[in-house]
């Protein structure tokens, strides 16, 4: 009975010790764990970054919607359930539709010319200058520097009476030009804000993505007899459209959210005296700092959230397509 007590027997009819059968149990718990490893570590590895995306991202979205559906006020907190009624108010104003078009004013003014002036400066940063790594650290400088200390330079620049633009206009015989009453004049003032700090950035961008274009192509077309001007349009640029369809996208999210080069423009922050470059961020920061609004801002700001995501489905539909059809070509 001792023995008998002291083994297990086995499907086959064999008897096993039960020290043996424990270090099965061991060897199989193990494999089990590494199979739990090799399945569940990407998915560690990578859960940072929705967590903080989590916290600071989509909380924060689904709450303001939240928010945008109360009549929720600064000093009163919660108020009742409105539905749509905040955007229903929000889209009857005038004062939101000239957000909307200074918004995309200013956002055409900067963007675009800011695309193609940061290629122009990438590929002269991929020559073979003299100092390259001091010229391509120096075209990152305007970044750095804070936007309010840009906005303050640039609006003493552009100041209508005693601007260094308009003294220069008046040197050479020019009228003087109304950068704060204007709108167009205020809206390229405030674009060019925009390109001064975004350009060298995004430049930087290109300048990657073109040094990991090979050599052996720019050979090849040196050999057919294609000039630098050539190579650039035939070459770099096709090359580059995975980085342009980023750098599009980026600068239309960037674009419609601008608010500090415009904020900054003027002392009293409704941009202008008639709001002739407010934009749709100000209107937002108006309705819940100025008004104490926060339900009506939220609106606005949710309103401002499915013109991004429109506006960034059009350019990416439009560059995948155009990158398609010059991959057939």
Do not use: C
């Amino acid at each position: 009975m001792a023995v008998t007590d002291r083994v297990r027997p086995r499907s086959g009819g064999a008897q096993v010790p039960p020290e043996d059968t424990k270090g099965v149990r061991r060897l199989a718990f193990s494999q089990q764990v590494s199979r739990w490893d090799v399945k569940l570590s990407p998915y560690l590895y990578i859960s940072p970054f929705f967590i903080l995306f989590a916290v600071t991202g989509l909380f924060p979205l689904v709450y303001t919607a939240w928010v945008s559906l109360h009549n929720w006020n600064l000093i009163g907190g919660q108020g009742k359930f409105t539905g749509l009624e905040n955007y229903a108010f929000v889209v009857a104003q005038p004062y939101f539709w000239n957000a909307v078009g200074n918004t995309f004013s200013i956002f055409i003014l900067s963007s675009v010319p800011q695309v193609v002036i940061a290629l122009v400066i990438a590929a002269v940063l991929d020559a073979n200058l003299r100092a390259r790594t001091f010229w391509r650290m120096g075209v990152l400088v305007p970044f750095v520097v804070a936007p309010v200390a840009v906005g303050l330079i640039f609006n003493n620049l552009f100041a209508d009476q005693f601007g260094l633009i308009n003294g220069m206009l008046a040197g050479a015989g020019l009228d003087p030009v109304r950068w704060h009453s204007d709108p167009l004049a205020s809206h390229l003032a405030i674009a060019t804000m925009v390109n001064f700090r975004w350009t060298g950035y995004n430049a930087l961008i290109f300048l990657a993505a073109m040094q990991a274009i090979p050599r052996d192509v720019f050979e090849a077309a040196t050999i057919d007899g294609a000039g630098r001007l050539r190579q650039f349009f035939s070459v770099t640029v096709p090359m580059l459209r995975p980085t342009v369809i980023f750098v599009v996208i980026t600068s239309t999210i960037g674009g419609l959210q601008i608010f500090d080069e415009p904020r900054v423009f003027d002392q009293s922050g409704l941009g202008g005296a008639d709001r002739q470059w407010q934009t749709l961020t100000m209107y937002i920061w108006e309705l819940g700092w100025g008004q104490r609004n926060f339900g009506r801002a939220s609106a606005v700001a949710w309103l401002l959230f499915l013109i991004i995501v429109l506006i960034a489905l059009l350019n990416f539909l439009i560059t995948t397509r155009i990158a398609s059809q010059g991959g057939r070509k």
